[in-house]
């Protein structure tokens, strides 16, 4: 079935430094990725996603790459603030998504820790 | 507009007892899921339904059974709860339009713990 690996479980950084977060997925007819924060507590939020016709996409300091050929996309965090912390989860759905019922699978999510 | 609300947010059950968790969209939206989430499992699909008067099973619908009665309202309910479906459950909805962005919205979520 569909399912979508995760890693690392658990990130801890300097503030200031980079983060990146992997997935990979295994239904080659996935081509919707969004990437989804978790502050403590609180309700995932879409941070940010990609389609399959795109390799890169960047708002701000938050980017994610897609590599469509090994099945995996990255999040990329740069120059970390205190406020990044949280759990992030990738996700991946197929196309089209509105025939699939809006499906997504979840990654088992990474918890980054930003250390002043 | 509240977006996503979630009823009861906290709740403490025996073991075999019954209840049922109430999600609510404003946003008109025509889909709508519940989650559960454990440490380390991530988000995982109970139900669905993509619109008022259907359902359908996710990745773990076991011990679990929904209604969708009205666009507005998902309900989630637990008929015999066992301490296995001590969870967070997250209800979530998102537009079904071609051509709209696939974002789920997502409720503030439930504490369940079944003892």
């Known amino acids: 079935g569909e399912n979508v690996e995760q890693h690392p479980s658990t990130l801890s950084v300097q503030e200031g430094d980079s983060a990146v977060i992997k997935c990979t997925y295994s239904d080659s007819a996935s081509n919707y990725f969004p990437w989804y924060k978790q502050e403590l507590g609180k309700r995932p939020q879409l941070i940010i996603d990609?389609?399959?016709?795109?390799g890169e996409k960047k708002d701000q300091r938050i980017a994610v790459t897609l590599n469509k050929t090994a099945k995996h996309f990255s999040l990329h965090i740069t120059e970390t603030q205190p406020e990044d912390s949280a759990v992030y989860f990738c996700a991946a759905s197929k196309s089209p998504w509105y025939n699939q019922g809006g499906k997504l699978i979840f990654g088992q999510g990474t918890e980054l820790s930003v250390k002043p | 507009n509240a977006g996503v609300t979630q009823t009861p947010k906290f709740r403490v059950l025996k073991t075999g007892q019954s209840m049922t968790l109430l999600c609510a969209q404003d946003?008109?939206?025509?889909?709508m899921y519940w989650y559960r989430q454990d440490p380390g499992m991530g988000l995982r699909l109970i139900h669905y339904s993509v619109g008022e008067g259907t359902t359908a099973k996710g990745e773990v619908p076991d011990g679990y059974n929904v209604s969708r009665l009205k666009k507005q309202n998902f309900l989630l309910g637990l008929e015999s709860a066992a301490p296995s479906q001590t969870s967070v459950y997250f209800c979530?909805?998102?537009?079904?339009?071609?051509?709209?962005?696939?974002?789920?919205?997502f409720g503030a979520g439930t504490r369940l713990s079944v003892l």
């Open positions: 979530a909805s998102s537009y079904s339009k071609q051509g709209a962005k696939n974002i789920q919205y």
């Open positions: 990609i389609r399959s016709n795109v």
């Open positions: 946003m008109n939206h025509e889909y």
